[in-house]
């Protein structure tokens, strides 16, 4: 019987970034270079992603503000989209819907043009955009060319070609006078020292994985593992290591492990010093992860749940002066790309440089 090969990573971004990004890229170069008015009354928000991330998104958004209201959910599987709904509405401790939850039957949107409805919808100010990591920064631009405001969460991409979209959309939404917003927190994690750092936490899956082969073989086939798990975990810490070190790293070099997603990276920053990382994904897509500073550096302080972020987010919407987000953009492409080089580094099994996924 023939092995299955890896899946190359230019095939990864032609299906991934061609299909999400076309109809955003078709209406980009219309953008006027005017502000965006604040909106009359509450802030329209739509969210894309109705799986774990989108539900953490929006509960985090209901504590942050009160003056905003969700009126559309949208996901390529309807299941997880009227989940999603049904948590901020028949589920809830006190009972009844969440008063900030205003979504009608004809606003839950699935299906593989899903998001693309949802940012068509002329009523919305913002878009909340947690789907799938490898489908963000298409979600983004269709989000930017409709002209609504963009909050999203990290990793912004899974390629190099995915990140470069993400910075003309930003260059797009300045010009369009539009905010990109984003979420650089580590969701449930906890630090226990400063040159040891262990960090570890559980998710519960909707669905599970089962290998079907080598850690090598599932690299690319399961999209949620190659996209989502491998780039997310342990992306806050990854983003406060490069805030320690004043930029990203030079090089990663790394290994693949004997379980599905189990790799190991190391990153060489511009100091001199090394920083280890290890994952491993355990019973369905729960994940391990550990992280080291071989130089005993300290750690920043945690930057939280990422609700200040999402507050200041539809504050500065509601004041009609949504400037000042670039720098954690740009920021967030940085996060993305050092993951991404750890991952590939582990995947080919060699040391690889900053340039060759910039």
Not at 288 to 314: C, N
Request: positive net charge; hydrophobic residues 45%; glycine residues 14%.
């Amino acid at each position: 019987m023939t092995q299955a090969r890896p899946l190359p990573i230019a095939a990864l971004t032609r299906r991934h970034f061609l299909a999400m990004v076309s109809a955003g890229a078709a209406a980009a170069a219309a953008f006027p270079a005017a502000a965006v008015a604040a909106p009359a009354g509450p802030i329209r928000v739509g969210l894309i992603g109705g799986d774990s991330d989108g539900i953490s998104l929006l509960a985090r958004a209901l504590r942050a503000d009160r003056g905003f209201r969700l009126v559309a959910i949208a996901d390529e599987v309807d299941a997880r989209a009227r989940r999603a709904l049904d948590i901020f509405t028949h589920h809830r401790r006190r009972g009844g819907p969440h008063p900030q939850v205003e979504v009608g039957p004809d606003q839950v949107l699935a299906g593989a043009d899903a998001a693309e409805r949802l940012c068509a919808i002329r009523a919305l100010d913002a878009v909340f955009v947690a789907g799938i990591p490898a489908y963000r920064s298409g979600h983004v631009s269709t989000a930017i060319a409709a002209g609504k405001h963009v909050f999203m969460l990290g990793p912004g991409a899974v390629d190099a070609v995915g990140c470069r979209a993400l910075l003309g959309t930003a260059d797009r939404a300045e010009a369009a006078g539009l905010s990109i917003g984003v979420d650089l927190a580590t969701t449930g994690a906890s630090l226990s020292s400063d040159a040891g750092i262990d960090v570890r936490w559980q998710r519960a899956p909707w669905r599970r994985f089962t290998p079907g082969g080598s850690a090598a073989q599932n690299w690319y086939f399961d999209e949620n593992l190659s996209g989502g798990v491998l780039l997310g975990d342990g992306f806050g810490v990854i983003d406060r290591i490069n805030q320690l070190k004043g930029g990203p790293p030079l090089l990663g070099v790394g290994r693949l492990g004997d379980g599905p997603g189990e790799h190991a990276v190391a990153y060489r920053y511009p100091d001199g010093s090394l920083v280890t990382m290890r994952f491993h994904l355990g019973k369905g897509l729960a994940s391990r992860f550990e992280a080291r500073l071989t130089d005993g550096s300290p750690l920043p302080p945690s930057s939280g749940d990422g609700t200040e972020a999402i507050g200041a987010f539809l504050e500065a919407i509601r004041s009609g002066r949504p400037d000042g987000w670039r720098p954690r953009l740009d920021r967030l492409v940085a996060t993305t790309r050092t993951a991404l080089l750890g991952r590939e580094a582990a995947r080919l099994g060699r040391a690889l440089d900053w340039a060759e996924i910039a």
